[in-house]
């Protein structure tokens, strides 16, 4: 089984409110990922977690909070958005120490900031 | 920087043909290979990894490696318009830890 889950598939919020992104998975991975992709653009890597711990913040703006409260999920945390972080949110899993490293993704969540 | 380059297409190709997409990468100490397919509006899902030269097959995919020209292919045979969508070859380069570098995507579409 490589499934990932994500809830909501759809969230609309407004620029004021806080929102969050939730990710499961009960393959046994290590490692999971938050992505960000727009319309005809490659994801766009944010943040990674490897053994619980944050690892990676490619210097994503403080509004989006990422969260692992166990080794099965992930959270992102929405606050204060801005229309451009419109986009479709990916979470993704992996081994975390395996060559190859493979990683599986969510169906996504398709998030509209009004 | 890290880089993986592929040709935006679309590449169009008619039902039956071989589709054959391609993908360059900058770090050369890169260990890991895969090629992902995205339908519109819905995520990457994993057709193949490759780490070793050479021709890896799975059903009618294909994945060629070679390390010294650092480059990576995708070859589907019998294509189907089933297959239309855009394919992202992802690549794990040295020193990322777990972090995949994306290409920005071949679009394909294949004609009935």
């Known amino acids: 089984d490589t499934e990932v889950t994500q809830t909501p598939k759809h969230l609309v919020m407004g620029m004021t409110n806080k929102k969050s992104l939730k990710c499961e998975q009960h393959?046994?991975?290590?490692?999971m990922y938050w992505y960000k992709q727009k319309a005809k653009k490659p994801p766009e890597l944010m943040f990674v977690?490897?053994?619980?711990?944050?690892?990676i913040n490619e210097s994503v703006p403080s509004r989006f909070s990422p969260e692992c409260p166990n080794s099965s999920l992930l959270n992102l945390h929405l606050h204060a958005l801005q229309p451009e972080d419109s986009a479709l949110y990916l979470c993704?899993?992996?081994?975390?120490?395996?060559?190859?490293?493979?990683?599986?993704f969510g169906p996504g969540t398709r998030l509209t900031v009004l | 920087q890290k880089e993986v380059e592929q040709n935006s297409g679309p590449l169009s190709v008619p039902e039956g043909a071989i589709a054959s997409l391609n993908c360059t990468y900058s770090d050369r100490g890169s260990q890991s290979f895969f090629w992902y397919r995205q339908y519109s509006g819905k995520s990457p899902e994993l057709i193949m990894f490759i780490y070793s030269n050479g021709d890896k097959e799975d059903g009618r995919f294909t994945a060629q490696l070679n390390k010294a020209s650092q480059y990576v292919s995708l070859l589907i045979r019998d294509s189907q318009p089933s297959d239309s969508a855009t394919y992202l070859c992802a690549v794990n380069p040295t020193q990322a830890g777990t972090a995949l570098i994306f290409g920005k995507g071949t679009t394909l579409s294949v004609s009935s």
């Open positions: 393959m046994g991975h290590r490692a």
């Open positions: 993704a899993s992996s081994q975390g120490a395996a060559v190859p490293n493979t990683q599986y």
């Open positions: 977690y490897s053994y619980e711990k944050l690892s």
